[in-house]
């Protein structure tokens, strides 16, 4: 067996253990590459990101307790009206790409989130699931503030040109802030819709840390006290 077969099996072992890994560094790489990706030929390859990341999040679904089915159910038309959007964005699709894609991402997180609590053990793909559900909860709402926005023009204002609709990394940073309840932006709600979905992205984002992240640092601590 040569050394190019090792390292294959090597990363389909890494890939069967760690799903989650590989969705957090995807998400983490789209974020990074963002500001680099301008004009058409950056929407086009943000475009594709997102169809990675939506397949990757049906995989870590796969992992979980929960339906299989309903995750292609949404994504497969998530990701085909997604590229009609980049491609053609006077389709008139963007508004239902987008509401598809938030359910995509929430539904891969309340997949993960079952995963965790489901389990009295702590594995490390727990502790990337951790990271990889944040992330999604994150991109979740900032799709739904993205529909809301294409529904209510007004929705969200800002410090810099408060007339004009925000962009998604505008809405990505506000649900980045809100979320992590670090209270710092330059983005506010002013329609009711609007503070509806960051009212509920601010109690997700504390029943998340009360709820996951304390089971899961609680179940590390007692097993370490359970190591003579």
Known sequence: MGTQDLRYRRWRVIARRHPSAFLLA??????????????????????????????????????SPAVK?????????????????????????????????????FYAAASLTGYMLSDHRVTSDELFAAGATFT??????AYAFV?????????????VEPERPRTWMELLFLSATNLSATGLGDVLPIHPAAR?????????????????????????????????
């Open 196 to 228: 509806v979905l960051v009212v509920l992205e601010q109690i997700c984002g504390v029943g998340y840390l009360a709820v996951v992240v304390s089971r899961l640092i609680g179940l590390t601590v007692a097993a370490e006290r359970r190591v003579p």
């Open 69 to 105: 089915s309903v995750a292609w159910i949404i994504a497969v038309p998530a990701v085909l009206l997604s590229v009609i959007a980049v491609l053609s964005p006077g389709s008139g699709v963007g508004l239902v790409a987008t509401l598809l894609e938030a359910s995509l991402y």
């Open 136 to 141: 999604l909860l994150m991109w979740a709402f």
């Open 26 to 63: 995807a998400q983490l790489a789209s974020l990074v590459t963002y500001p680099l990706l301008e004009g058409d030929t950056g929407r086009v390859l943000f475009g594709a990101f997102g169809v990675v990341i939506a397949a990757l999040a049906v995989w870590v679904v796969m992992r």
């Open 147 to 159: 529909a809301c926005q294409s529904i209510y023009p007004d929705a969200f204002t800002g410090v």
